[in-house]
């Protein structure tokens, strides 16, 4: 066990370059066989026994020690041995096998470890309460753990669980870091058990833990039961306490923690969301409801109790409607609490984003580090000796060796059992390569036209096992001055990168492939077997360049071999940040010349062996063991990737079987060799002189230097051997440490503080231990090289001494340019570094190396990082390794694949975003994975001081890799960009991350109305006001007029043209189901009447509720009950699918509207007293229920004859979209000015014909339904929208059969047709549906026009014929039900471009079509005839300029009277129906919509010859949510979300206590859920400066609708707090 926690322990730093430190999962399994401690092993073992809960826990707590610093006061109560904690001081004991002549005494990445642990415990007193996000149980992966964990959901009573925080919050909470062993029982495998560690982890997150095993139950596993006890309750509420007292805590800690690194400022906190409103106070600690939240404003009035539930809401409520302590309230409350504490200190300066939203940016820091040493030094390497026998290239030393010595290896290539495979002599590559230069010359092609001529480029295609191959054929085509590519083998069709790949090679210009036998027939083949072309590849000829495919060369034929000179050599492919490959030219001089380089460095001398591991295409790896070696005669010992994997100690065996004196390494082959290292007696690595660490250039190789030498000492390496190199594709080798003599002190390190690197400086550190950087140099510069640093952005200025830059050289050994960009090799191969009076420091030109570092004493090179590694955050510099070695300092083995982790940034709202993807192991449970995520949040912040923006967590294998099985970042970075990741888990933390928002908005007072009103004026403007046409004056011969009341209408039509037809009502196949005449009409009511009056003895104006299914019978129950003298109210009947959430809507308005009876069809009445309706509602207390399907015979005595024309005519109920259910009064003059008013501006008669597919229960639908054909005389077709779900081309269909000119729809049949028939467009063209008669085609609203959509029907249906300037929209509220309607004549309707930022400041600012945050808002339709409207500003009700942002208020003949309330809260609603200005004209009184708009006049004329005004509806202001003091339309943010991702198919948004919380639909796997987080926080942060608090993943269909297409908002927020929507996913943002 004790080796085995060794092996555990060395695993704690990154090994290599994130991209190549990749292993997937075979390579897991063999790292478990060679000793890795895998938790899995001992539970499997620990199962075997008898497992009892205490037992477990005592296993458990056991196993995990070892992973888990420890603080002494443990509590022995939890049955554990006492340990020692692992302080530094006793971190030795995990270090059996130390040398006593180490350099260090221990590992660097245990010191990393221990800083982190550190950082770690620093936040154990800020108490941070992370909620757990909720997951829907499939997609939970069940652990193994499962298996025989008991559901743990008895133990402890209700409110123990409930409260289990308290007592030790309280008291017990000082500071005792358990490990981890006090988990209430894994998870159980009950629904609610999976969340059951929550409370647990929120607290072992920050180091405390739970004193006693019995209370840490699961939290939620009672949270949710329906019903509550008091005294869970209770405790919930002291819960809340606890948390809201922790918060001053951790305020004043939070600062004591950033003292050093920061000046403290107090003024200015950026603020955080503004959740004051909602910590209990200490006074109500024992209060019985659970954590008490206060109502969103506005939200409680009399009506709102009514609104109908989810499912059993009713259940969980208190008085007000609020859930008790649903499992998601909880956390919101927690969510709210935890970002109550303070942020980091806000930025001070702010810059102008094209107007007035200010976005903070950052202002340097004056206390900041600062570079304050002189200007540094170029450094100059030694001469490069000039050696009298070097050949004059390496073409002439190939034929040297190929000549005089045959027979001497080259290069011997293994098997994947390690068994040598091939010797390959330079006798061999010499003949061969001739051969292959002979044949690319002759062969392809033909004679007048060759394929390849000297000069051209090739790719060379080999595997990594086929060294021998490569070399031949790379060598050949340096014979044939052909230019080789060595690329990669594309193994699919879609690599990662390959595509990139594809785009070098056809940029390059290459049509030629070679390849091995072997690889040639493993390519993908098409069906006729020929290569396919690759996705971005060019077209490509396949050359098998082997001996036996070849033809002979002519005796006579020998290659042009010249000395080296500046034609280019090869070309190497390199990957940059971004992912796309350029190719670097290296000319012959420069390949020479650095093989010159490094053989006087690294001292090579002919006939040595050298054993190499790396890649040989590139690289390290190409200079060492292809190039160097052969210009040497050296002999090459290759081991492939593929051995590694089954054998990491392949390497070390062979150096000691071929006494090699030379390895060339990545540092993660020494990591893999210590993992399997078991005390081999046979290993001795006396023979080696020098081990070539070909990654020393990551800052994080220092470990597994350090931590190799620590084992292999006693082995018989030497400490001097270890010879860290620095390299880059533009710059060849940069750097390399050479082989000291014995005995000479080894050069020392740099222990740089972090907070100074971030800042670009270079600072020994001192004070803080904890976030330091260990560097190991990477010897000096290259002989015959000249090198500096210069600062990394802007003009290459020279460093100072303190300075961190990136380093550049100059020497005829690198790269010459990127082939085919001549812009890019300018910055980087033609650099003149300048000194501080601008001076170029010399006359050539220097490289880039894409290295950040220094040079140290005694002219060492230092290199702290990679530029493409670089991100940049809030103006500090970070670096991805950096941050890739803390996160797996936290506890690395446990959870996550070591080599498995991505770190990228992305720009979200003008800044860096840091993101980090970890690869998950399958068996760590949700659970433990969040701790994990968490730790790793607080390490980062705690280390680097900087917040990790996003943190997710990947199945394992999932990942994009490179060809050598590392990580593809930018593939990576490309599929979290595009929401194509499918992460298991994610944390984002927008919150704590994001500081440059734009100040809260301060509202400015109101200018004071004496200094603004001139005339008709208001500050120079025009005062905001239109009207239609005046009632009064037009002439018609309006026959209706004459009747005050529409009964006598009915009655005058029965008599004048009594077989006229009225309605026509058509069933889902298009056939007329029923038709009402004039005199059927009024015989039918007629028997109404006198059956209200004959069964239900009903007086005159007694309230009935007629509840109807769309079609006559409501028609003839409407106007029965208008001659009886009741007031009918149309009430919508229950759905026979969903009982239980619509029946008790239509009770609630038979109750508040107090319909003394209800009048139905027989169906439904019979559903009113079914079985499932007395569970949703209680029966007994229904009025009497007539069903009127058998009328009476005989008609009523006598008529009632209204005789005041302003008594009440009907109510209309609807239920708004903010969930309040309001029912307003229409008088009979009213219901008369309506019928004329839209008869006037549709120019209706009883000729017409008009389309009606609407609801007709409330509003204008209701009006046009039931009312209109009456008054007018047209024939109304009836259209019920639920048909057109069987049926989707009815209603177009009616239409067109019909030859209709006017229709009236709503938004949900438009979206229906959008969605139902956007690709039946010919066949409905084919059946001769035809819409070229409609001259308006009107959709009914109450809210702003959805432009996207209406345009979309426009164009989908221009094939059919419908003009695009038929469709419109109407404008309506509660207090008048048609404000606008596109008429037919008047011009056409209007579009502007606002600017969505000002909008937010109430203001309306036109921009262009097309510019940034541009939103199209189309004018509402014409204003009715009679219909005044004027806009006001709703707080101090003064008059609007015009094109100013104001409350819509209206004065029509036709406004509803009033609400009708039940409770009689006229109070809180009189001014909606009778406000007057403050000033102007304060004598007319005006109806207030509640809508926000402006008045546009327009170039336009209307009918009258006046310039038109043109309404533009903007939102309404009860659904406007005030965030950071700006006013924001939740269908703004949710247009955003919706084109965030293909899945997302609707979205809804709304605030609790001061959150956002986003709802989306997901049309997709459930796999894809979690995609969705990122996507949504990135693009609401973008758009609208928000940050979302809550992301919640839902199945279609969730977001409730109204029968007017609205999203009812508040209903979707009442289900998600009661725990209601069974949502696939929850993520709470921190």
């Known amino acids: 066990m004790e080796t085995k926690r060794l092996a555990g322990r ?60 420890q603080t002494p006061g443990m509590d022995p109560a939890m049955g554990q041995e006492k340990r020692t904690p692992v302080t530094p001081s006793s971190s030795s004991r995990y270090h059996r096998r ?75 909470g000082d500071g005792e870091e358990e490990d981890g062993g006090g988990g209430g029982g894994g998870t159980s495998s009950s629904r609610e058990g999976s969340i059951s560690m929550e409370h647990w982890i929120s607290r072992a997150i920050h180091g405390t833990s739970s004193t006693t095993t019995t209370t840490t139950s699961s939290t939620a596993s009672s949270s949710s039961s329906s019903t509550r006890s008091g005294g869970s309750g209770a405790a919930g509420g002291r819960l809340a306490d606890v948390l809201a007292q922790h918060v001053h805590i951790s305020a004043q800690h939070h600062l004591r ?38 109502r969103a404003p506005g939200a409680g009035t009399a009506t709102q109790r009514q609104t109908p539930k989810y499912g059993n809401a009713e259940l969980m409520e208190t008085g007000d409607g609020v859930p008790v302590s649903s499992r998601v309230s909880a956390k919101i409350q927690q969510l709210v609490n935890t970002l109550k504490r303070p942020k980091r200190p806000p930025l001070r300066e702010f810059f102008v984003d094209d107007f007035e939203e200010l976005l903070e940016v950052q202002q340097p820091d004056p206390n900041q580090p600062k570079a304050e040493g002189a200007q540094m030094a170029a450094m100059r390497g030694e001469q490069l000796g000039v050696v009298t026998n070097w050949p004059p290239s390496l073409e002439a030393a190939l034929q040297r060796w190929g000549t005089i010595s045959p027979k001497a290896p080259c290069l011997t290539t293994m098997d994947t059992n390690g068994k040598p495979l091939y010797v390959l002599t330079y006798g061999k590559l010499w003949s061969r390569s001739v051969k292959v230069a002979y044949n690319l010359l002759h062969k392809l092609g033909t004679k007048q036209e060759p394929l390849v001529k000297p000069g051209d480029r090739v790719a060379l295609v080999f595997p990594n096992n086929d060294p021998a191959a490569f070399i031949t054929a790379f060598y050949g085509c340096l014979l044939a001055e052909i230019v080789p590519v060595p690329i990669e083998v594309p193994l699919t069709r879609k690599d990662a990168g390959s595509q990139q790949i594809g785009f070098l090679l056809g940029s390059c210009g290459v049509t030629v492939a070679l390849t091995s036998d072997a690889c040639h027939k493993g390519l993908p083949k098409g069906p006729t077997g020929e290569i396919p072309q690759f996705k971005g590849w060019p077209k ?116 000691c079987q071929y006494k090699a004196k030379v390895a060339c390494v990545k540092s993660r082959d020494m990591h893999w060799a210590l993992v399997a290292h078991r005390d ?341 403007k025009r005062i905001a006001q239109a009207s239609g046409r005046d009632l009064g004056q037009i002439e018609d011969n309006d026959q209706a007029r004459k009747f005050l009341f529409l009964s006598e209408v009915l009655q005058w039509r029965a008599q004048t ?81 969903n009982i239980a959430t619509t029946l008790p809507t239509v009770k609630m308005i038979v109750e508040v509207s107090r319909s003394v009876c209800v009048m139905t069809t027989q169906l439904i009445s019979k559903l009113l007293r079914s079985k ?132 009236f729809c709503s938004y949900s049949v438009m979206e229906l047709c959008t969605k139902g028939l956007g690709l039946q467009t010919d066949s409905l063209k084919a059946r001769g549906v035809d819409l070229s008669r409609v001259r308006t085609c009107v959709v009914v609203a109450e809210e702003r026009p959805r432009i996207s959509l209406t345009q979309s029907f426009s164009k989908l249906f221009k094939d059919l014929g419908l003009h695009p300037r038929a469709v419109s929209t109407s404008f309506g509220c509660r207090v008048n039900l048609a404000i606008c309607l596109q008429g037919t004549s008047g011009p056409d309707p209007t579009t502007v471009f606002v600017d969505m930022r000002a909008l937010r400041h109430d203001r309306v600012r036109l921009v262009e079509r097309g510019s940034p945050h541009s939103l199209p808002l189309m004018e509402s339709g014409k204003i009715l005839p009679g219909v005044r409207i004027i806009i006001a500003n709703p707080e101090t009700k003064g008059p609007m300029g015009e094109s100013h942002l104001g409350e819509i208020w209206v004065h029509s003949g036709h406004n509803a009277s009033g609400y009708f309330t039940v409770y009689g809260d006229e109070a809180l609603q009189s001014d909606h129906f009778n406000s007057r200005l403050s000033f102007g004209d304060t004598q007319t009184i005006w109806a207030r919509t509640g809508y926000l708009g402006f008045l546009r006049r327009t170039e336009l004329t209307d009918a009258s010859g006046e310039r038109h005004d043109a309404l533009y509806v903007v939102g309404a202001l009860e659904e406007a949510m005030e965030l950071r003091g700006m006013r924001y339309h939740p269908i703004d ?98």
């Not at 007395?1174 to 058998?1190: E, K």
């Open 10 to 69: 060395l695993v704690g730093h990154s090994d290599g370059d994130v991209v190549e430190a990749g292993r997937d999962r075979e390579e897991l399994e063999w790292s478990t066989s060679y000793g890795l401690t895998d938790l899995r092993q001992e539970y499997k073992e620990s199962s075997k026994s008898d497992i009892t809960q205490k037992g477990y826990e005592k296993k458990r707590s056991k196993l995990i020690g070892a992973f888990f610093p």
């Open 1533 to 1630: 943010i949710e247009t955003s979300v919706i084109r965030t991702h293909k899945s997302i198919t609707e979205c809804a948004v709304f605030t609790w206590t001061n959150l956002l919380v986003v709802v989306v639909e997901l049309d997709g796997s459930e796999q894809e859920a979690l995609d969705l987080v990122p996507l949504v926080t990135n693009v609401v942060l973008e758009e609208h400066y928000l940050i979302v608090g809550v992301v919640v993943v839902v199945d279609i269909g969730v977001i409730p609708i109204n029968s007017r297409g609205e999203k009812q908002r508040m209903h979707l927020r009442d289900g998600f707090l009661a725990d209601q929507l069974d949502p696939i996913y929850v993520a709470y943002n921190m």
């Open 680 to 1020: 081999q007696r046979d290993v001795n690595l006396s023979s080696l002189r020098m081990l070539v660490v070909a990654d020393g250039s990551n800052p994080w190789s220092i470990s597994s230097c350090d931590a190799f030498l620590n084992v292999f000492q006693t082995k018989g390496l030497k400490p001097e051997v270890i010879c860290p190199c620095a390299s880059s594709p533009e710059a060849l080798t940069v750097a390399i440490r050479r082989p000291l003599e014995e005995g000479t002190t080894p050069p020392g390190r740099g222990v740089l503080s972090m907070q100074g690197l971030s800042h670009g400086v270079i600072r020994v550190d001192s004070e803080e231990k904890l976030s330091v950087l260990t560097l190991q140099d990477v010897g000096s510069v290259m002989p015959g090289a000249l090198m500096c640093a210069v600062r990394p952005e802007g003009v290459p200025q020279l460093c100072k001494t303190d300075e961190i830059g990136e380093l550049c050289v100059c020497t005829v050994a690198t790269g010459t340019s990127y082939y085919g960009l001549t812009g890019m090799t300018k910055n980087t191969f033609e650099v003149f570094p300048v000194s501080n009076n601008g001076t170029p420091i010399s006359e050539f030109p220097f490289t880039r190396t894409g290295l950040l570092g220094f040079i140290g004493p005694a002219g060492l090179i230092f290199v702290a990082g990679k530029m493409d590694g670089l991100m940049v955050v809030g103006g500090r510099r970070h670096n991805a390794d950096d941050i890739v070695a803390t996160a797996l300092a936290v506890e690395p083995m446990k959870f996550v694949y070591r080599g498995r982790i991505a770190v990228f940034s992305i720009t979200v709202l003008h800044d860096e975003r840091i993101v980090v993807v970890a690869e998950q192991r399958p068996d760590s449970t949700e659970e433990d994975s969040f701790q994990w995520m968490s730790r790793v949040l607080q390490a980062i912040d705690g280390i680097h001081q900087v917040g990790v923006y996003c943190l997710a967590l990947v199945p394992s294998n999932t990942l994009p890799k490179t060809p050598l099985g590392g990580i593809h970042l930018s593939e990576t970075k490309q599929l979290f960009l595009e929401g194509a990741l499918h992460p298991c888990n994610v944390l984002m933390c927008p919150h704590t991350c994001v500081t440059n928002l734009p100040k809260p908005r301060q509202k400015q007072p109101e200018i004071g109305p004496a200094s603004v009103m001139v005339g008709n004026l208001v500050s120079g």
């Open 1172 to 1303: 499932e309706a007395s569970a949703a509602v209680d029966v007994r207390t229904w009025p009497p229920v007539m069903d009127t399907d058998d009328l009476p015979k005989k008609k009523p005595p006598l008529l009632y004859k209204p005789s005041n024309p302003d008594t009440l005519a009907y109510l209309d109920f609807s239920v708004s979209t903010t969930g309040m259910l309001a029912g307003v009064k229409m008088s009979h003059t009213a219901t008369s000015a309506f019928c004329r008013s839209i008869k006037l501006q549709c120019e209706l008669y009883p000729s017409r014909e008009v389309a009606i597919c609407l609801d007709p229960y409330c509003g204008l639908g209701f009006v046009l339904w039931c009312l209109c054909s009456v008054y007018s005389g047209h024939q109304s077709i009836l259209i019920p929208p639920s048909e057109l779900e069987v049926n989707p081309s009815l209603w177009l269909s009616a239409v067109s059969q019909y030859k209709v000119r006017d229709t």
């Open 257 to 294: 923690h950033h003292h050093h690194h920061r000046h403290r400022k107090t003024e200015n906190h950026s603020a955080p969301p503004d959740v004051t409103g909602y910590t209990n106070s200490t006074a109500n600690a024992t209060s019985t409801d659970g954590i008490q939240v206060e």
């Open 98 to 172: 130390r040398s006593s002549g180490s350099r260090d005494e221990r590992y660097r990445s245990d010191v990393h470890t221990e800083a982190v642990q550190a950082a770690l415990a620093k936040h154990k007193e800020r108490k941070m309460a992370v909620p757990m996000p909720s997951k829907r149980r499939s997609l939970v992966v069940q652990s193994s753990m499962d298996a025989y964990t008991p559901p743990d959901t008895s133990s402890g009573s209700e409110g123990e669980g409930q409260g289990d925080g308290d007592g030790d919050e309280e008291g017990g």
């Open 540 to 655: 490509l000829l396949w050359f098998v360049a082997e001996s036996k495919h070849l033809s002979k060369p002519p005796r006579d034929w020998f290659p042009h071999i010249k000395d080296a000179n500046q034609d280019t050599a090869y070309i190497e492919y390199k990957t940059c940040k971004d992912g796309s490959v350029l190719g670097v030219t290296v000319m012959r001089i420069a390949m020479l010349t650095h093989c010159q380089a490094l053989t006087q460095s690294c001292s090579y001398t002919e006939a040595e062996t050298i054993v190499n591991v790396l890649d040989f295409k590139k690289d390290v790896g190409l200079w060492h063991a292809v190039l160097t070696s052969v210009m040497n005669m050296m002999h090459v010992i290759s081991i492939p990737y593929a051995l590694m994997k089954v054998n990491p100690l392949s390497w070390i065996q062979k150096v």
């Open 1057 to 1137: 043209t009594p077989d006229h037809v009225l309605y026509t009502l058509l069933n889902s196949k298009g056939t007329i189901a029923s038709s009402l005449t004039c005199v059927q009409l009024h015989k039918r009511a007629e028997k109404i009447a006198g059956m209200l009056g004959e069964r239900g003895h009903l007086q005159d104006g007694d309230h009935v509720a007629l509840v109807y299914p769309p079609g006559v019978d409501l028609i003839v129950a409407f106007y029965g009950c208008l001659y009886a003298g009741c007031v009918p109210i149309t009430v919508r009947p229950p759905h026979p699918q």
